[in-house]
């Protein structure tokens, strides 16, 4: 399938870009690993499920109805159930590699002559003793599960960590019938008002949370943590305490909560491996990008989380204004900044009030103090806290990448995206960028299989062979082949644990594309007409 | 209140599943993970090293820690995988290989 623009994610900025270069002519093709349009702030519940009403669970209802609409008026074509693990190519070829369904075992491809990335985030839990509990989940996995599969994990639930997310997942689980005994919020006051100005803008929005936590009664802690779950095969409680000025926890302060959930979140992650594989500029963990959402990379755009933090209606603007700059450049022609001014002002004042809301709900400055050296850091390989302290302090390991090395930490399925930061943040370590060639785990079958599909007829450039050229230091994908691919397992530094996953099938690279009635219509624009 | 009220939801009729043995009824639409949580059940995984129970985490199928095996076949995200009906759910151990 071939298609001008292609673009990764279907949250607010991948729809935002797809329709800004739709309505200017543009071919785009929106992949999206889900089953709908809407990422993660707009998930929605399972068509089965038949919600009447589900902006009971959603905020700026509204933007995402004009979203909706937009995409469904528009002559985009959106590739649900398209887990992607690569793009090659460049700087006017690419190819989108996926894997579809919820199966993963089918590969497809999109090629493209250009890449927009909106592949968003995920959450940023650091440890603590008994983290790894059944009933110990993500802040946004909790909304998240609340928000497609209309359930809750338990009655009664303690939400903590730091960010702003809190206070929605606080009062989605509340409003969902979750008994939310308090919000554990590291920041203070004071940190937060250090800010005011900055965030003077989003005031509405946390008063509009202020108020249904009271009408919910939930307990707010701000300055408060929590020191460790309690349970045996899950979890039955949690201790929290008072923080310092300095962010150590105040001796005396400690206190039992009971509860059979915690939804602890400590921020959000930009999700950058795609970006990383085609050689995309990153400065620490985002995406570098120019006035017009260009990365360094020539071809490839990027908007949204993966530029960095900064909700929803910061990735419609970077959407909006990274769609416009592509749709221009794919004709050729040099990109009016003036046409997109109004966006461009948004995207300012939203990018000063992310950093201001960074800074002060940054997680508490000790937190490593409290992590014993029998927690488990890493969730995947059991990893615990003693084993990577001595491999930083008895082994002299100086960097996140050996520490790995000697412990397994960050080698296992998840490739260190739970737990990156909190080994660079025990050790002292600096973390380097992650380096992770493929985005998901892919049959060993399917990556033998690609080396056809770089000849495919209708690719006019040779590609950048991704696999070979950008992971040295793994087993050759060819060589290991044969032997493996039969059995079809994916490639993952931790093969200890295959899937094995019969095919789901019913899901095509090929689907007709949304009515393309309306296409000159002038197909609304979430941005133009939903932004101040 | 309860999540499928607030949002005026009209499911399809349910279906069932087993798990471990025992018969759970789950609503169409639902993944495995969302089908065993309305069920009561949080864990469905031990780990390789040291046997411990896990479930849910991250919700969006990144951190891989609700890895389940379903109709024979290991290693499934239980918040990724949509559960169907006569599904055969069972805990999986360690690699979920040994049983």
């Known amino acids: 399938m071939r298609t001008e623009l292609v673009v990764v994610g279907a949250g607010p900025a991948g729809l935002a870009a797809a329709l800004a270069a739709d309505a200017r002519g543009v071919r785009v093709t929106v992949v999206d690993a889900a089953d709908g349009p809407g990422g993660q702030f707009y998930r929605q519940p399972a068509a089965e499920l038949n919600a009447r009403r589900p902006q009971a669970l959603h905020h700026q209802w509204r933007t995402w109805e004009r979203l909706r609409d937009g995409l469904a008026a528009s002559g985009v074509r959106l590739l649900t159930g398209h887990h992607v693990w690569t793009v090659t190519g460049g700087p006017d070829s690419f190819t989108v590699h996926a894997l579809l369904g919820p199966g993963q075992d089918e590969p497809a491809t999109v090629h493209a002559d250009a890449v927009l990335l909106a592949t968003g985030s995920h959450e940023h839990v650091l440890p603590f003793p008994g983290w790894t509990l059944p009933g110990v989940v993500t802040a946004g996995g909790a909304q998240a599960m609340l928000k497609s599969g209309l359930v809750v994990p338990g009655r009664v639930a303690v939400v903590a960590g730091t960010g702003p997310l809190l206070l929605p997942v606080a009062t989605g689980l509340a409003a969902a019938g979750t008994r939310v005994s308090a919000l554990v919020e590291s920041a203070g006051p004071r940190q937060v008002a250090r800010h005011a100005r900055a965030l003077a803008g989003k005031l509405p929005e946390g008063a509009g949370h202020a108020a249904r936590l009271l009408r919910h009664r939930v307990r707010p802690l701000a300055r408060h943590t929590v020191v460790r779950a309690h349970g045996d095969d899950r979890l039955t409680g949690v201790t929290v305490a008072a923080l310092d000025a300095d962010g150590h926890v105040r001796r005396g302060t400690g206190r039992y909560l009971p509860c059979d959930t915690l939804a602890v979140g400590h921020g959000l992650l930009p999700q950058t491996d795609l970006a990383e594989g085609l050689g995309c500029h990153l400065d620490g963990a985002t995406v570098t990008v120019d006035a017009e959402q260009r990365t360094s990379a020539p071809g490839v755009w990027a908007a949204g989380e993966a530029t960095g933090v900064g909700g929803a209606a910061l990735a419609l603007a970077e959407g909006h204004i990274a769609g416009r700059s592509a749709a221009a450049r794919l004709r050729g022609t040099e990109p009016d900044p003036a046409g997109w001014a109004p966006a461009a002002r948004t995207r300012e004042a939203l990018r000063t009030a992310a950093a201001a809301l960074d800074a002060a709900f940054a997680p508490p400055a000790h937190w490593a103090a409290q992590v014993t050296d029998d927690t488990v850091v890493c969730r995947c390989e059991e990893v615990t806290a003693g084993a990577v302290r001595e491999a930083a302090d008895g082994l002299g390991a100086g960097d996140v990448r050996t520490v790995k090395l000697l412990t397994r930490a960050g080698m296992g399925w998840c490739q260190g995206r739970m737990c990156a930061t909190a080994v660079a943040g025990l050790t002292g370590c600096h973390s380097d960028p992650p380096r992770r060639p493929l985005a998901r785990p892919v049959p060993l079958g399917i990556l033998a299989g690609t080396a056809p599909d770089r000849a495919a007829p209708d690719r006019p450039a040779p590609d950048r062979p991704a696999p070979d050229r950008t992971a040295p230091d793994r087993a050759a994908p060819d060589r290991a082949a044969p032997d493996r691919a039969v059995s079809g397992r994916p490639v993952s530094e931790s093969d200890r644990s295959p899937s094995e996953q019969a095919s789901t099938g019913g899901l095509s690279s090929d689907r007709p594309p949304h009515g393309r009635l309306a296409r000159d219509q002038n197909p609304p624009e979430a941005f133009e007409e939903g932004s101040p | ?99």
């Open chain 2, 1 to 99: 209140m309860n999540p499928l009220r607030l949002v005026r939801a009209r499911p399809a009729r349910a279906f069932t599943v087993t798990v471990d043995g025992r018969t759970v009824e789950a609503l169409p639409g639902r993944t495995v993970a969302a089908a065993l949580w309305a069920a009561g059940i949080t864990s469905w995984r031990t780990t390789r090293g040291s046997g411990r129970p896990r479930g849910v985490f991250c919700g969006i199928g990144v951190c891989f820690d609700c890895l389940v095996t379903v109709n024979d076949s290991p290693n499934q995200r239980a918040c990724l995988v949509p559960a169907r009906p006569g599904d055969v759910i069972r805990t999986q151990e360690g690699t979920g290989h040994e049983d």
